[in-house]
């Protein structure tokens, strides 16, 4: 039963959320606007080539905004995901993402979100091709504030591999 109220909760949450984007136009990107989740680095990394190395890739999240981290507490709720497409000289082995942070929302003070806020890091380890490589890797991940979410996005995660 309480599962069942969760679940109608988070559908009420989440259509409040989608009927506030609608009367508002969404959200529209402009330079006075920040992205609500910026890569920020690093810009180059150099791997032995064919053996797994780790990489250290830093985010951070516009201020009052937080996105559900990679192991949300809901199924209905979009988790943080790092991806680096197949086909790659470059691949993704795995990755460690950070744990989440309590997040109690004053709509439903019951229910805690398992959140990133701030800056964070992913710890992905990557396995490189010999030579130099381009990876265009992607954050996939849902934004919100404490009383809306925006649409699920995924930005660029552009960054050098020299595999050597």
């Known amino acids: 039963m309480k599962k ?3 679940v109608a909760a988070g559908i009420v949450i989440g259509l409040a959320c989608l009927l506030a984007q609608g009367q508002s ?16 680095y690093p810009e ?3 791997l032995a080539a ?20 990679h192991t949300p507490r809901e199924d209905y709720l979009i988790p943080t995901t790092f991806s680096i497409p197949d086909g790659a000289d470059v691949r993704l082995k795995d990755a460690v993402y950070p744990a989440g942070t309590d997040l109690t929302l004053p709509i439903d003070p019951k229910t805690k979100l398992s959140v990133y806020t701030g800056e964070f890091i992913i710890q992905a380890r990557i396995v490189a091709a010999p030579g130099n490589h381009l990876v265009e890797a992607k954050l996939h991940f849902q934004a919100c504030d404490n009383s809306q979410c925006l649409p699920p996005r995924t930005i660029p995660v552009a960054f050098d591999v020299i595999g050597k």
């Open 50 to 69: 064919g053996k797994p190395g780790s990489v250290a890739l830093h985010f951070r999240i516009a201020q009052g905004m937080h996105i559900n981290s």
């Open 25 to 40: 136009g969404g959200m529209s990107r402009s330079s006075a606007q920040p992205a609500a989740v910026q890569y920020l």
């Open 44 to 46: 180059q990394v150099t």
């Open 4 to 6: 069942q109220v969760r």
